[in-house]
């Protein structure tokens, strides 16, 4: 069998070894006997031929024979046989005495050099005589020699490693440090001359859990098999040759009585003693488990306690086979006995999959109608999903209340078209105050906020929708459903606490994935406001929740990320932007989001306008407006998206694309005041300013709201630009200071940038007139900078910069700074590079082009610290054509 070479794990046994005694543990087919003959032979602690070996098997518990091998093994070793005399095993007779192992030691403590000596397999010494004689020897155990013990548990009391442990002598190497890594799992492939697909060798290590004779044993397989794919995706534990490596080197080893045991349980994914009596009807489970652990067959302690544990995968699957083969006649038993079980420890997605796997599919039927709407908001959906792609439904309708929660389920991961079957085999409840009458309202709601049609089943529903139930998961489902659906139709402040109080409930109970639900519709909301920083902190909480918690619903996550997206490119940060936006459009494609899909998709269009491309962000932005076309799509979103397509389309001189625009907000967003800003940028197209700024004019005197934030900026940008443009320069100041209060607290950046010259002379011309609001100004004019210039500048270079801007001489300039002439004139030559000029009059007359002088002569950066994030070099912006 070819060996690979695992060079991490040499260092770390080479450190080991240089312990007076090292032990590697780990269960059978972990490569233990592999790894310490690569040493032996390739290690750096020792030198080569000053190892001796010693592999033992159950004859060594004749204490005789182990000694002579031991003593025959390091008279081979050039130190030994140079240097000493051993004494010889008949000498102490057939008892190996005290006496004889000292003189061993003292004889091993004259040698010149160390010697180490390697003791395979030494669980197989098992005699408590033949033990004692090791234990002595690491006794008397002298400087020169070193004892290396491989065993598959860990090795009994009596060789007293537990007191080297705790006085630091004993290194140690576990079955986790000797678990195959990936790429040494692709190296033991390619010594067989297989080649896996990376997402082949994941799950194929996976499945092994790094156990390298089951690798092994694959390899031997997949060497030219012409599915390698559908061979890696059908290797379990029950494949012959695994099964047979299980059953000589570990089955045969155990009494009749431990291996049903073990048969019976592994019905569990998880164990616990409790669960082991139950299912086997033993009391004493907690002292066998104890014992497989100590005995290390490829059982797995979980948690701090390790109250609980599990089998090796491959070992369950062996397992569950030979149930099935040998005692099939209790399994439906042993599932009934689980199920209960589970139950009572509130166990639920395990309890109903037992009841289903018992054959109780009234009792399945039970747990979904009690514990259904529990599992879903808990991110425990899944397991519904299973039972529904196993179970005929017919046999789930009684009580009412489990095809209900089958299709909450349903809708929860999109998939609408079963949830209306469902809905169509369950009977409507005649009693409008029943529970199963509030659950199925609270489904129609959640499909037609994915469907379409929310505004008429929010009316529906909402009379069946009370704010208190007796059931608590039922009324934290109730909040989030009635609460997404009355933002999504304008009803921000009635839906925002349906949200909170939603979220409320969800962080009194185990229910994770409402939770994330919650959060991200709220940073959702908190877009709507412009609320950059509740938006950053709601979604960060989502994604941190999804991790801490392992609830992470698709949706809700991708909801999530298109919001920090939304964050990052109005902070003119594209980069990020883009990165979280694929995120989020990857997460929503194809799952019935179209309003996460949008919001995504007009975050990258952002991102490509921002970087110059504006005829190809416009086309985007059309793109996915189609797109979304006769979907349910958020009010919010769409009037963003829209918003930023007609500013675009007005940017590049497309009046027709304006027209279109216009007419598709009237359509699609009805009398929303948003419109009023698209409805200027028309006008604007077609030469009517007058036009323009009526339309802008409830937007900006408070009578109608907007339905995002941002869209009330654009419209006073929009204002302050035509002000500035014919004179106006009063209102010019006024209109900024209105789009500069809003956007200056959350660094809400990107309405200036995307605007380009016309923001860049207001904020350079009326920016000392914004009083507490000028740093912002400043701020923006400093992404303007290093977007114009072909690197960021540097303090020192804007400081250079500000010298060069005046009469004095490059010697009078040094001195100012404190530098000598030549580290100016170095520095003055990178800056001319930055600046695409050759000469100091060129460098003064491009800085003020590009806005890094101001009218007071002053540099506009750099950004002073803390007030954006580190690391923004935005991309240029052209202005408007």
Known sequence: MPLIRREPLLRSLDAAVTRPVALVCAPAGFGKTSLLADWATNGTSHRQGDVAWVSLDADDNDGFRLWTAILGALAQ????????????????????????????????????????????????????????????????????????????HDPHPDLALPRLRVEGRLGELDADALRITHEEARA??????????????????????????????????????????????????????????????????????????????????????????????????????????????????????????????????????????????????????????????????EALEHAVAAGDLDGAAGLLDRHGVSMVIAGQDAVLRRVLDGVPVDRLRHPPGALLAMAYACVHRADLETADRLLALDRKPEDQASREEVLRAVVELDQARLAGGLDRALRAAEPLLPDHLDDRDLEAAVRFSRGAARCWTGRRGPGTADLEAALALAGSGRRDRLAVECLSELASMAATGGDLVAMADRAEEALRYSVRHRAAPRLPCATAY??????????????????????????????????????????????????????????????????????????????????????????????????????????????????????????????????????????????????????AVGAALLEAQIAMEHGHHAPAL??????????????????????????????????????????????????????????????????????????????????????????????????????????????VRAARAAGLLTVDGRPTGPTPPGNTPPGITPPGITPRG
Not at 197 to 207: G, P, T
Not at 289 to 314: E, F, K, Q
Not at 761 to 768: D, V
Request: with cysteine; charged share 20%; hydrophobic share 45%.
């Open 77 to 152: 070793l050039s130190a030994v046989g140079e240097h000493c005399t051993l004494p010889r095993p008949a000498e102490a007779g057939r008892d190996i005495r005290p006496g004889f192992v000292a003189t061993v030691a003292n004889t091993l403590a004259e040698l010149p050099r160390p010697v180490w000596l390697v003791l395979d397999d030494v669980h197989e010494v098992v005699d408590p005589g033949t033990r004692w004689g090791l234990r002595e020897l690491m006794r008397y155990q002298p400087d020169q020699l070193h004892v290396v013990l491989s065993s598959r």
């Open 188 to 349: 033991l492939l390619a010594q067989h001359g297989v080649t896996l697909a990376e997402d082949d060798l994941a799950r194929l290590l996976e499945r092994t859990e790094g156990w390298a004779a089951a690798l092994r044993l694959a390899a031997l397989s997949l060497r030219g098999h012409p599915d390698p794919s559908g061979f890696v995706a059908g290797f379990r534990g029950d494949n012959r040759p695994v099964a047979d490596y299980l059953f000589a080197e570990i089955m045969t080893r155990l009494p009749a009585a431990l291996q049903e045991f073990l048969m019976d349980t592994s019905v569990c994914q998880y164990l616990t003693a409790d669960l082991a009596d139950r299912l086997t009807g033993r009391t004493d489970a907690a002292e066998v488990l104890a014992g497989l652990r100590r005995s290390n067959i490829l059982v797995t302690g979980l948690g701090a306690d390790d109250r609980w544990l599990r089998y090796h995968s491959m070992l369950t699957d062996y397992l569950r086979t030979e149930l099935a083969r040998r005692r099939s006649a209790r399994l439906p038993e042993l599932h009934r006995r689980a199920a209960a079980w589970h139950t009572e420890q509130g166990l639920l997605p």
């Open 562 to 711: 298109a919001a920090l997206a939304w964050v990052k490119v109005q902070r003119c940060r594209p980069d990020a932007a883009a990165d979280l936006a694929g995120h989020a459009f990857a997460m929503a494609e194809g799952r019935s989001d179209p309003g996460v899909e949008l919001w995504a998709l007009a975050v990258l269009a952002m991102v490509r306008y921002d970087r110059g491309q504006r005829h190809a962000a416009l086309d985007e932005l059309h793109a996915a407006l189609h797109r979304s076309d006769g979907r349910q799509v958020p009010p919010a979103v769409l009037a963003v998206v829209l918003a930023e397509a007609a500013r675009t389309a007005w940017a590049v001189g497309d009046q027709e694309g304006t027209h279109h625009l216009t007419q598709l907000a009237r359509r699609r967003l009805a009398d929303a005041p948003d419109t009023g800003l698209l409805t200027a940028y028309l006008h604007l197209a077609q030469g009517r300013v007058a036009a323009a700024r009526r339309s802008l004019r409830p937007l900006l005197d408070g009578s109608a709201v907007p339905l995002v934030a941002t869209n």
């Open 734 to 843: 006024a209109a900024l200071r209105q789009a500069v209060v809003p956007a200056a607290p959350q660094e809400l950046h990107r309405p200036f940038q995307a605007t380009g010259e016309p923001a860049r002379e207001l904020l350079s011309r009326y920016g000392p007139g914004l009083g507490p609001y000028r740093g912002f100004a400043l701020r923006t004019l400093a992404l303007f900078s290093q977007q114009a210039v072909r690197a960021p500048l540097t303090p020192r270079e804007y400081a250079l910069l500000e010298q060069l801007d005046t009469v004095q001489t490059l010697s009078q300039v040094a001195a100012a700074l404190s530098v000598s002439v030549n580290t100016i004139k170095t520095q003055a030559r990178g800056l001319y590079g930055k600046l695409g000029v050759g000469n100091r009059r060129d460098a």
